[in-house]
C-alpha cells in the first residue's frame, strides 16, 4: 500500500512540474529589441531638437506560460509626429522549436500630433501568432531570441537580471 502511495505521489508531483513550466527555462525572461535615429527633428516654434524617429519593442515570457509584448514607434517628419504603440498579453507555449502566442488582450494606440482627430485607440483581435524560434548570441557575447515566420526573422536581446 505505501508502494502504490509513494507512486501516486511521484506520479502527481511529476505532472505538477510538467505543467508548471511550459517555457523552457532558457527562454523565461525579458527580450528587448530597440533603435533611435541619429538625425534629429527641430521643433520650430520651441526649438527642443529630439529624434527624428525610434522604437522599442519588449517581450516577458514566463515559466507558466504567460507573456506580455509591448512596442512603440515614433517619428516625426516636418514637425508632425505619429506614435503606435501596442499592448499585448496573453498565453505562450513553446513546442520544440515553435513557439505560440495566444493574447487575451490585444490594446493598439495610434496618435498623429498634426491631426489629433485621427488619433485611434481600439482593442485587436486575438489572433495566435507562431514563430519558429532559436537562441543565439549577439556581437557583444548576449543572449537573443530570435522569431521568425512568413514575415522574416526579428531577434531580441535578453535584459539583465
Known sequence: MRYISFLFLLIFLLAGQSFAQKVPGDLVGTWTKGAISMLQDRNTTTGATRASNGSTFKYVLTANGGFEFIGYMESTMYGCT??????????????????TFTPTKNYWKNTYSCAP??????????EKETYTWRTSTDDYGKDLICLANAKGETCYRREEK
Open 82 to 99: 505619429t506614435a503606435l504603440f501596442n499592448d499585448k498579453r496573453g498565453k505562450v507555449e513553446v513546442d520544440g522549436d515553435q513557439i
Open 117 to 126: 482627430n485621427s488619433n485611434k485607440e481600439r482593442n485587436y483581435t486575438l
